[in-house]
């Protein structure tokens, strides 16, 4: 039996990554500072429900406001934040990443901003003060 390509849906890695990353540091579940009663953080919540692909005004929508935005391009060596998108778009491609600080995490999230809408391209997370 043939499958349909557009049927079948994996996980992306920058997604396995940051199930990774939120696990390591007390994020992905249990309690940790600022969950009340075991509780993750509206933020928490909403960060997980995000999508690869989710438009810009929809993680606006689910996460509310980023504390910083800045505009680069892809560029080839790049190292911090962003950089396992040096190997997945082509060199030059513009993209937007908005930032978020919450309990000692910085997340990072990237969007594509050479497409309508803005897609979301990852997400990553970094102890706050992480030197790249």
Known sequence: MKMD???HRHTPPRV?????VLAISGCGGGESAGDQGGRASDFEVGVRGLDIGDLQDEVRRVVGEPADIRQWAVTVPWWGPGENL?????QG???E???YRREGQVYYLHFDSAKAGKP???IE???EGAIF
């Open 120 to 122: 979301l391209l990852g």
């Open 93 to 95: 491609s513009p993209v």
């Open 5 to 7: 390509r557009g049927t």
């Open 86 to 90: 040096a190997s997945e778009l082509p």
């Open 16 to 20: 396995l990554a940051l199930l990774l």
């Open 97 to 99: 990443t908005w930032s």
């Open 125 to 127: 997370v970094y102890p």
